[in-house]
């Protein structure tokens, strides 16, 4: 009885395996493709109007009456050769094609429109001609200009499209170990978008150089090499970083009117010149309103280039950066002799909205930092991280005259806090004036 229980169980696994194997071999392989499978394309794009663009131009027209109609589709070849596709849904009635860059802009190219179907038929190409108007990498390259700069070139540019360009930074390698002399050598690759850029090419003595830039768009057209308009060599401004030993904080006492005490805590405003960047080694302010005032004593008069801010970071863990009190923005004033104490006048007695102490300083600007990543406060990128251990730099003008004192007016932190400390200025200019 046992021994034909056990065929007949071995029966049944015998059937189920071969019915399994038949249907594996039995399914036929279905291709995906179209839910329709209508054959008849789709009537054609009409009332086509044409407005020129930079690098472009917008594309408007009449859909055919088609109820299974997709989108419109527009092929077209720009000027370094590439085919492109536009594609636009048939409720949208027009389309963009971009990537021309000629500097002649009645040059005349064809796009080719298509209706689609939803069973991907295509209609008849209808042909139209644009004229695209200047790019905005021409326009940029157009209105770039490299000048002399402290220690480099200040290469600066408008971009009104905001298009995304990159830029290909290059000077010559004099002076460079195992470079033929005058050869243009990339320096750095920028990537921006921004309405208004600016880049300084820093490191360089004051010798005839040659500085140029290859601009990039994303549809790979490029730029002729941009050189200084005043020739093919332009000399730097010497610059040096300043002797902090001459240094001093101006205003180190309790009952300066303007300038606020930084000693808080463990604070010391001389932290600021002592040339320590730990975290151990700052300036901190008591809890009081905005703005909070700290005078340095350059020691000499110079004409300024630059100065470079250090958050208070703990350098082992990278912590506290564009937070823990660090100053976010702040404005700066400047002047060649001594405040006098009857002109550091607290009060707004001209009514002009400012101190009168203002009256005989000389307004810098109002300075910045930018966080890299844009990350919310407590959040790094490693490209935040580092920025704030390279220092933040900002620019004198380059008309200033000669100065000695520095004031800056500390407006805001980063985390909203009353308090507020950081870690050291550099200060980078020349005394050959």
Partial sequence: ????????????????????????????????????????????????????????????????????????????????????????????????????????????????????????????????????????????????????????????????????????????????????????????????????????????????????????DNFGNKSSIVTPAEGETLTPFPEIKLDKSKMSVFADGPDHPVDDKWNYWEGLPGAIIDGNYAHTSVAISYQSPYPRHITVDLGDTYKLSRYAWFQRVQLSSGSWMYTYGNPKTWYVYARKEAPVLEEEITEDNDGDGLQDWTNYWTLIGSHEIIKPSGLPVGQVSQEDKDAAFAGHNFDFPLELDEMRYIRYGITSNFDGSGWCNFSEIDFYGTDEF
């Avoid at 007949?8 to 329709?36: H, S, V």
């Avoid at 492109?84 to 080719?112: I, M, P, R």
């Avoid at 402290?150 to 930074?169: D, K, M, S």
């Fill in 1 to 216: 009885m046992k021994n034909n229980l056990k065929i007949q169980t071995m029966k049944k696994i015998n059937i189920y395996l071969l019915l399994a194997i038949f249907i594996a071999f039995g399914c036929e392989e279905k291709i995906l493709g179209p839910i329709d499978s209508d054959p008849t394309a789709p009537g054609v794009i009409s009332n086509i109007t044409v407005t020129k663009m930079a690098g472009g131009a917008k594309i408007e027209y009449d859909i055919p009456q088609d109820n299974d109609l997709l989108y419109v589709k527009a092929v077209y070849t720009i000027s370094n050769g590439q085919t492109l596709e536009a594609k636009s849904s048939l409720y949208e009635k027009s389309l963009t094609v971009h990537g021309y860059n000629d500097q002649d802009t009645t040059k005349v190219y064809d796009v080719k429109l298509y209706a689609v179907d939803r069973s991907n038929n295509e209609s008849n190409p209808v042909t139209v001609q644009i004229t695209p108007g200047l790019s905005p990498l021409l326009k940029v390259q157009n209105n770039m200009s490299i000048t002399r700069a402290f220690g480099g070139a200040r290469f600066a540019w408008q971009n009104a499209a905001e298009a995304p360009l990159t830029f290909y930074i290059m000077a010559d390698t004099i002076m460079t170990e195992g470079a033929e002399p005058g050869e243009l050598t990339e320096i750095r690759i920028l990537k921006n978008e921004l309405e208004a850029g600016e880049f300084i090419a820093r490191g360089y003595p004051a010798v005839p150089r040659k500085f140029g830039v290859l601009i990039v």
